[in-house]
């Protein structure tokens, strides 16, 4: 059974369609890449995903379950499914390592005490030790991002989606994050990235989906999409991004 | 240009021509300042006493035996104003939390709640503080309540505080409107509930965020206890009115305008330098 599977989500805005039936499976420990030009429904799509939007339509099953039962209560679901945002999103008025354990402790119920000692591991593990009692605005735009990424793993999810996570970084911090979605791969983190980095994902990625338009234009391995897609569309969107 | 020439090299061989120039124009703003400061401080100083009433004026204003005589009973009195601040403040921090927080639930079955708030805000906003302090502190007591609850001290304090909780609420109100949504969409991402989300994430980025504006409200505050003595409490201002009736003289007014500012100036100016130290931030 397929750890995530997407089955005909369509969602709107008003009269703006952004998915239009999307079908997608993802295995565990699999890595999924979202690729396709801005405005396609990528980020729409992982918001649906960990339920910050509901669908209209379509079922979306995690571990075979159906999690956008409307009425369905979001909480415990969205505490399976860890998120990073573009902007990272970082609690300004907490330090680091305040913004990790705010979850785990009002959501989990754990104690900071508990917590100390797997938390102080978690920053380590992504070189941040020496950063885990600073601000945000203290923080480099990477560190901020890493400490996003450890942020959502403290909740120990199943799935992390990824929403170009590197988009807003200057270039030179955009290697330690990836370096850190490399680490979490050989760990074997069910993953989905939306993402401009085609490198990345021909290095990285088991599957690789062409998003247009709010559908799943086409889709495949890397090595198959990037060298030789079918759709006239692909072809034209990897040569202007390529 | 001439710049060039005109620079002081050798005394600030660090300066650059930027802020060579920059300091040259900061220098003659503060001379034709500080001139034309003097010029108006002496023209008020040489003019003001040939005014045909000035004598009469410093008299009965400005007379030093009276204000040396009276002083003290005022700022004894002035012990009662802040007394009820005191009081006052912290139900006006509580209750216009609260209902900042009636204003933004979320849930049908709690919209009664939502609505009591902006109801209430529109009320007392609208109303000038003297009604409220007239309408509550006269109208209650009318009842025939026994002693102590007909004191104008607890309907008087009352109707400052459901006045000024509606201003707080405001307020609060509108720092919590200021947090961007994508702070809301990450807590709850997480899998924080809508209330954990305001109470750990919303809320105390809303308040330190309005601060500066709620400072403003409690000197406001402040001030507005005098209005009090008109429904009994013999505060500072009521208790210079007693004193101007006894010594038919003015200059306890001035005594209680000299306690106020006293308090009120250094809050205003600590209230604008967080509010400016805010507005650095956030640039
Ligand atoms: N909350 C919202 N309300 C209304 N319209 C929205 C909302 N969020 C997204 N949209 C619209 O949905 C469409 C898809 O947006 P989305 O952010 O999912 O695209 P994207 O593929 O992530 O693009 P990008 O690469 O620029 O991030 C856009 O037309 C956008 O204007
Ligand atoms: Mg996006």
Redesign the pocket.
């Known amino acids: 059974m397929a750890k995530l599977d997407l089955q005909g989500v369509t969602k709107s805005?008003?009269d703006?369609p952004?998915c239009r039936g999307i079908d997608l499976t993802v295995d565990e420990g699999e890595m999924v890449c979202l690729i396709?030009?801005?405005?396609?429904?990528?980020?729409?799509?992982l918001r649906c995903i960990n339920l910050l939007e509901p669908i209209d339509d379509g079922r979306i099953l995690l571990d075979g379950v159906d999690i956008s039962e409307p009425g369905l209560n979001p909480q415990p679901i969205r505490a399976r499914i860890g998120i990073v945002f573009q902007s990272f999103n970082l609690f300004p008025h907490m330090t680091a390592a305040e913004n990790v354990m705010l979850a785990p402790r009002r959501v989990l119920g754990k104690s900071r005490d508990a917590l100390e000692a797997p938390v102080k591991a978690l920053f380590e593990r992504f070189d941040l030790g020496q950063r885990m009692h600073h601000y945000p605005d203290q923080l480099s735009g990477g560190q901020q991002q890493r400490v996003a990424i450890i942020r959502a793993l403290a909740m120990q999810p199943e799935i992390m989606l990824f929403d170009?996570i590197t988009s807003a970084l200057d270039p030179e911090l955009v290697g330690e994050v990836l370096d850190v979605l490399r680490q979490l791969r050989t760990e074997g983190m069910t993953m989905i990235l939306?993402t401009h980095e085609m490198a990345f994902a021909r290095e990285l990625a088991d599957k690789v989906c062409f998003?247009d338009a709010g559908r799943i234009l086409e889709e495949g391995p890397p090595e198959i999409l990037f060298s030789d897609p079918k759709e006239p569309r692909t072809r034209a969107f990897l040569s202007r991004v390529l | 240009m001439t710049d060039q020439t005109s620079l002081p090299r050798g005394s600030a061989p660090t300066l650059t021509r930027r802020q060579a120039y920059e300091q040259r124009l900061r220098r003659r703003s503060i001379t034709i300042a500080a001139g034309s400061t003097l010029a108006v401080v002496l023209a008020v100083v040489l003019l003001v006493p040939l005014a045909p009433g000035w004598d009469a004026v410093k008299r009965s204003f400005f007379n030093g035996e009276v204000f040396a005589k009276t002083f003290p009973g005022l700022l004894d009195a002035f012990l009662i104003n802040v007394a009820i601040f005191l009081w006052c403040a912290p139900i006006i921090a509580i209750l216009g939390l609260v209902i900042a927080l009636f204003r933004d639930v979320r849930s049908p079955a709690l919209y009664p709640l939502r609505l009591f708030g902006a109801i209430y805000t529109d009320v007392f906003r609208g109303l000038p503080v003297i009604l409220v302090i007239y309408l509550i502190g006269f109208g209650i007591p009318g009842l025939g309540l026994p002693r102590p609850w007909n004191s104008p001290y607890i309907w008087g304090s009352l109707a400052l505080i459901l006045v000024y909780a509606a201003y707080v609420a405001e307020v609060i109100r509108s720092g919590i409107d200021s947090i961007h949504h994508s702070q809301r969409a990450a807590a709850a991402s997480l899998g924080l509930s809508d209330g954990e989300t305001m109470r750990y994430v919303v809320l105390p980025q809303a308040i330190r965020n309005v601060a500066p504006a709620n400072m403003n409200l409690f000197i406001a505050l402040q001030k507005d206890v005098a209005l009090l003595s008109f429904i009994g409490p013999v505060e500072v201002f009521r208790q210079a009115g007693v004193y101007k009736s006894l010594l038919a003289n003015f200059t306890p007014y001035v005594g209680a305008a000299v306690i106020f500012l006293a308090l009120t100036i250094p809050a205003t100016r600590y209230a604008d330098y967080l509010m400016n130290k805010q507005r650095r931030r956030q640039s």
Do not use: P
Not at chain 1, 36 to 45: D, M, V, Y
């Open positions: 805005f008003g703006n952004v396709g030009a801005s405005g396609s429904g990528k980020s729409t799509l170009e939306a998003l």
